[in-house]
């Protein structure tokens, strides 16, 4: 074995920044996550959005740390090249690193916890999202996905570190992430003790719509987030 192997140091992450919108002191931090081959900027704009839920909120949309190896442009947060579940699951471990230190980072700017965290996700990000919050050392607020799936679900028992209420919203037609994940990570994470809020959308294929935001303020008001 070489003793020399050591954790990879998190990559820095950057990216577009909102808020808070009643311009006053940041009280919670919403992270937002977005998916292969798009960067910060495309999430970015579901920040006003999430500043008329939780206006006291910064919104941070970092750039994934690499370049998108199945695109000429946007980034990724790790390869989906080779969809082997153990190839996948290495890359989720390996984006936890950078995203579990932009969070450290971020919440200690802001003066905040943990608790004050609400961490999001679309499409690839979500995927992201799920494998971070679900292991990090103190729990999320919550955590949300979009149209995302759980990597790793058969380990998820044992790596599991705490139980963020967690909101699942999935198109009935996407044709990019199977809409069978949504029912898969729902399952699991029922059965690991998590309080899941699972919505499937009819006509809706890879994206994210007015119902999906509908449906996620009612997840923040029902946390006692959102007025």
């Known amino acids: 074995m070489d003793q020399t192997q ?9 990216g577009p920044a909102f808020g808070p ?15 292969l081959g798009a ?8 920040a006003p959005v999430f500043g008329q839920f939780v206006p006291s909120a910064r919104v941070l949309a970092p750039d994934a740390p690499e370049a998108c190896d199945m695109a000429p442009f946007g980034r990724q947060w790790f390869s989906l090249q080779d ?30 916890g943990d608790d004050r965290l609400i961490l999001a996700g679309f499409s690839q990000g979500a995927m992201t999202a799920l494998h971070v919050g679900l ?68 006509g809706l294929g890879h994206g994210i719509d007015e119902r999906g935001l509908v449906l996620t303020a009612k997840f923040l008001q029902r946390l006692g987030i959102a007025a």
């Open 6 to 14: 050591q954790t990879p140091v998190p990559r820095p992450l950057t």
């Open 21 to 35: 919108a009643d311009a006053g002191r940041a009280e919670w931090l919403v992270v937002l996550l977005h998916g």
């Open 39 to 46: 960067d910060g900027n495309d999430l970015i704009g579901l």
């Open 83 to 112: 969809r082997d579940s153990m190839v996948v699951y290495a890359g989720a471990v390996r984006a936890r690193i950078d995203v579990d230190a932009f969070l450290d980072q971020s919440l200690a700017a802001l003066g905040l």
């Open 135 to 202: 292991r990090r050392a103190r729990s999320p607020a919550c955590i949300i996905s979009y149209s995302g799936m759980l990597v790793g679900r058969n380990r998820l028992e044992d790596e599991m570190t705490c139980h963020p209420p967690v909101l699942i919203v999935h198109g009935a037609d996407d044709e990019v992430v199977p809409v069978v994940s949504a029912a898969e990570a729902e399952r699991t994470l029922l059965a690991d003790g998590i309080d899941v809020m699972a919505h499937v959308l009819p």
